[in-house]
């Protein structure tokens, strides 16, 4: 690999927030390795590539990194199979154990790691990074992506090592394809209608994809260690979304199905992350910008 800024490992680079972040490293100077399987297939032909699997780390090509960057995790596609349980916890825990050590005795001194901020423990207030994480729902993933954090802070414990925790919002965007976010954007676009489930009643904070990769590189520039939470600060509910999208396209919102609706998430305190100078994106902008660069 050529060039002259310095190596950071990156995991999961092909992932939603992955593409998003790695050219703003760029950008910024970083010389990018890949860890995974197998390369991005839109990989930046300057990047490196080294194998990785985080279900079986045997070892891992850190040399050199002067950073870890990790994104990746096993994410369900039944998030209540409890057969999905250990998959979770041998990739998305003990895996980033596994990975986190190789990068210690590789003498990485700087580790970002992805979880998610949906494994607060159930409340209505903003929580902030010290409150309790205990998910109310998911607990499979979820569980695992607690026992992740655990784990990593565990292993970086009396080492020089910066470690930062990125607790992630409900993250949308450009290239977004799964979830009730992008299937309410796509059929709004498509002129509707936009279906509801009940009343709407389910919110969460949505962050842009772009503000996350904006905070990652502030944190990346900074020599704050812990947890951070990467969100709007505000929650938006399902019959909220579909209101602002109808409006934006004309398209008419139909309410389907009643009974009792899971209240979903509170929206974050971003406190910590804002005092570094993050400023996140008004959803109504976030939507234009998805509209813009294709949905």
Partial sequence: MSG????LALTGGSGFVGRAFRPAARRAGWRIRHLGRRPPPDADPADDW????????????????AALVHLAAHIPTDHGDPAEAERCWRINALGTLRLVDAAIRADVRRIMQASSANAYAPTGQPPDEQ???????????????????????????????????LRLASVY??????????AMAQAAASGGPIRVRGGGG???????????????MLLLGSENAGAFNVGSGVRTTIAELATLLA???????????????DWGFPALNIDRLQALGYRPTR?????????RRGG
Wanted: glycine share 14%.
């Fill in 247 to 261: 409006e934006r396209t004309g398209a008419a919102v139909v309410h389907e199905g009643e009974g009792e609706e």
């Fill in 50 to 65: 080294a194998f990785l699997d985080l279900a079986a780390v045997e070892d891992a090509d850190l040399s050199g990194c």
């Fill in 202 to 216: 389910f919110g969460a904070d949505l962050i842009h994809v772009d503000d996350v990769a904006r905070a990652m």
């Fill in 4 to 7: 002259v800024g310095p190596l």
């Fill in 173 to 182: 965007g450009p290239g977004q394809r799964s979830g009730a976010l992008a």
């Fill in 283 to 291: 959803l109504a902008d976030g939507l234009k910008l998805w509209e």
């Fill in 131 to 165: 409150a309790p994480l205990f998910p109310g729902s998911r607990g499979y993933y979820l569980g695992s992506k607690v026992c992740q954090e655990i784990y990593a802070a565990e292993r970086c414990r009396g080492e020089d090592v910066l470690l930062q925790t």
